[in-house]
């Protein structure tokens, strides 16, 4: 059997949670957040794929909006 590590392949679980205020002219100050969970998959030296949902709730004119969104991508180095 081969014990050997294998630094090039890695896996990494990443993580974010913001808070903070903001400010718009004629509507004042209202709070901000926002939540962002991804995997990052380094699957050999040249390439990765990494995947996430994350979440965020903000103010515009006055009115709460909230999105849900998703990112997914490959990338490569030669």
């Known amino acids: 059997m081969d014990y050997r590590r ?3 392949r ?3 679980q990443y993580f974010r949670v913001t808070a903070g ?7 004042g100050s209202f709070p901000t ?3 962002f969970y991804e995997h990052q998959w380094q699957v050999s030296r040249a390439w990765e794929l ?3 949902i994350g979440w965020s709730s903000q103010s515009y004119d006055g ?4 999105r ?10 030669f």
């Open 6 to 8: 294998r630094y090039e």
């Open 10 to 12: 890695s896996f990494t």
């Open 21 to 27: 205020e903001a400010r718009q002219s004629d509507y």
């Open 33 to 35: 957040s926002s939540a």
């Open 50 to 52: 990494h995947y996430g």
């Open 63 to 66: 009115q709460n909006e909230q």
């Open 68 to 77: 849900t969104y998703g990112l997914i991508g490959f990338s490569g180095v």
